[in-house]
Structure formats: structure tokens, C-alpha cells
């Protein structure tokens, strides 16, 4: 990797928000792989799948360690910053992504992902945490749905935790997470309705809001082993916000493209999971249609996703001054 390929001046700009893309990838791997089960596909895209998520990661952390080595007072800049400083922990969310697409293939992988990413989240939730307590720049203006993204990551350790470490590690990551989402749908509800609109780089992030509570329902199965009443509210919070946020469509459509688009993925990623578990656990012919028709939205979302990607790397659109 050198300056003809990849120029200094993008690697300084280069967001740890990019590894976004990881957890969208990773979830519509993992979407796949239980679908291939509940449907009994014929052929399995996902053994593919993962590994390519894997590879993403790889490059991406490769850029991002560039970085880290070459500029680091920007590295710092960009996790002290109100807004992008919570895109942090996505870097520990997409190695616990990682560890549950890889958990059969490559059992020991899987255990060093989950336990490296584990770690680091634990690390980096406790320094967000403590940096919006202990600030002195913060503003209401400042919230967005991307401040939910420390939560979902401690939900989501249980999912390949129940496999790896004692069940108590993941009751506790899953009860800090649980807390926490309330605490700030409430701020952030405040925020959207009595503060200005969110800006439009950052009007994609409200699908974050599907992400606590499908996940939530996820981990709660892995738990539980069940769909128990409980997982019914969880599984119907995190659907209501998807009408919620469908009946607005015609509004996202319109929406530039910014890499802040890849927050529609993981979201959409986690009900399509939680819909497929239902159709697995109740038999039912509505969760199996529903399931399948949320898994072709996923897929041509990915597609989309990808191809604008691409397209704005190939103009200089995207890791350049201000994004």
C-alpha cells in the first residue's frame, strides 16, 4: 500500500466510520447463513460471504492501522470528536460480527474475534461513556442514532459469548446494553422532536433505531433458547420502527450519497436475522414470507450499497476533508 494507491492525503482522511461497511457485511452474511437453514437452500452464498467480510475487514483495518502510524493526532481528533467519536466502537462490533459468521467454519478464529472484540468494546464503551460525562463540548445538536452503536455492541456479545466464555460474561454485557438503550432512545427522541433536523449526512442513521431491540431479540434466543414473551416485545419494538421509518421511504430515496448509507444495512441485517429465528421457532407461513421478502431487500440493498461505494472511492468522493 503506497501513495500511488492509496494517497496520503485520503489516508488522513480516512474514517473509522468505514468500518460501518464491515458490520452491514457481516450482518447480510450472517442473514444468509440462517436463511439457508430455515429455507433449505440448495446452495450456500454465505460460505462465500463471511469470507469476503472477512477480507473487508482486513483491508479496512489495514487503511485504518495506516492511520494510526502516519497521523495519529488525527486518530485522536476523530475520537475525541462528539459526532464521529461514536463510530469507535464499530471497530470491536465488527470482530463480534466476525466471530458469529466464522464460529463453524473456523471455531478458533471465531473464539479470538469474539474475545479480542469483546475486550476492546468493553474498553471503548467505557471511554465514550465516560467522555459524555466528563465533557466540556457537547451539545443536544450533537446526538445521533450513531451514539447507539457502544449499546448494540454490548447486546451483541451474547450471541457467539453463550459458545466462547462463561454465560455470566454475556448476562453481563447483555444487562449494560439493555440499560443503556432506553436511556438514550429517550435523549435522542428528545433531540429529533424538540431540537433542529438531523443533518443530512446523518438522516441514514435513524435506521439504527431497528438495531437495539433486534438484536436484543437475537442475543435474548441465544440466551434462552426461546421466543418467550420477552423476545415478542423486543422482536415487536425493533418492527415498529421499521414501519416507522418504511412510511418515510420516499424521503430516504431522495438523500445523497454519503458512507453514512451503510447504516440502512446492519439494522435491516438484524430483523432479517430476528424474522428468520421466528420463522425457525413458530412454524408460522407469515414470518417465513416476511423473512424472505426483508432477505431480497438486504441483498439488493448490499448490491446498492456496494456499487455507490465504489463509484464515490473511484470519484475521491468519500476520505477527503470534512467527511
Known amino acids: 500500500m503506497n501513495d500511488t494507491t492509496l494517497p496520503s492525503s485520503r489516508i488522513k482522511n480516512f474514517p473509522v466510520a468505514w468500518f460501518s461497511m464491515i458490520m452491514g457485511f457481516t450482518g447480510f452474511a450472517i442473514a444468509w447463513m440462517r436463511a439457508e437453514t430455515v429455507y433449505d437452500i440448495g446452495f450456500a452464498p454465505s460460505c462465500v460471504l463471511r469470507w469476503v467480510a472477512l477480507g473487508l475487514f482486513a483491508l479496512v483495518t489495514a487503511c485504518y492501522l495506516v492511520k494510526i502510524v502516519r497521523y495519529p493526532q488525527q486518530v485522536v481528533e476523530e475520537f475525541r470528536h462528539p459526532v464521529k467519536q461514536a463510530f469507535g466502537p464499530a471497530i470491536s462490533i465488527a470482530m463480534i460480527l466476525l466471530s458469529i459468521a466464522l464460529r463453524h467454519d473456523a471455531p478458533r478464529l471465531s473464539f479470538w474475534l469474539w474475545s479480542v472484540g469483546t475486550v476492546l468494546h468493553l474498553a471503548l464503551t467505557l471511554y465514550v461513556m465516560s ?24 447486546i451483541l456479545v451474547p450471541i457467539a459469548g453463550v459458545h466462547h466464555a462463561p454465560v455470566e460474561v454475556s448476562w453481563f454485557f447483555y444487562s449494560v446494553g439493555l440499560f443503556f438503550w432506553p436511556v438514550l432512545t429517550a435523549i435522542l427522541f428528545y433531540r429529533l ?10 438522516v441514514p442513521t435513524l435506521f439504527i433505531f431497528i438495531a437495539p431491540p433486534a438484536v436484543g431479540f437475537i442475543s435474548w434466543h441465544s440466551l434462552g433458547g426461546q421466543v418467550d414473551a420477552f423476545a415478542h416485545v423486543l422482536y415487536g419494538v425493533a418492527l415498529f420502527f421499521a414501519l416507522l421509518l418504511a412510511v418515510q421511504a420516499s424521503y430516504f430515496v431522495r438523500l445523497k450519497f454519503f458512507l453514512s448509507w451503510w447504516a440502512y444495512s446492519f439494522p435491516l441485517a438484524a430483523l432479517t436475522i430476528a424474522t428468520l429465528i421466528r420463522a425457525q421457532e413458530d412454524g408460522s407461513g407469515f414470518y417465513r414470507n416476511l423473512g424472505a421478502v426483508l432477505l431480497a431487500l438486504l441483498t439488493l440493498l448490499i448490491v446498492l450499497l456496494l456499487v455507490r461505494t465504489a463509484i464515490a472511492v473511484a470519484r475521491r468522493e468519500i476520505c477527503v476533508e470534512g467527511h
Open 131 to 154: 467522555s459524555w460525562i466528563h465533557h466540556t463540548k457537547y451539545e443536544i445538536t450533537h446526538m445521533n442514532p450513531a451514539w447507539f452503536i457502544p449499546v448494540v455492541g454490548n
Open 193 to 202: 422532536i424538540f431540537h433542529t433536523s438531523l443533518p443530512e449526512r446523518f
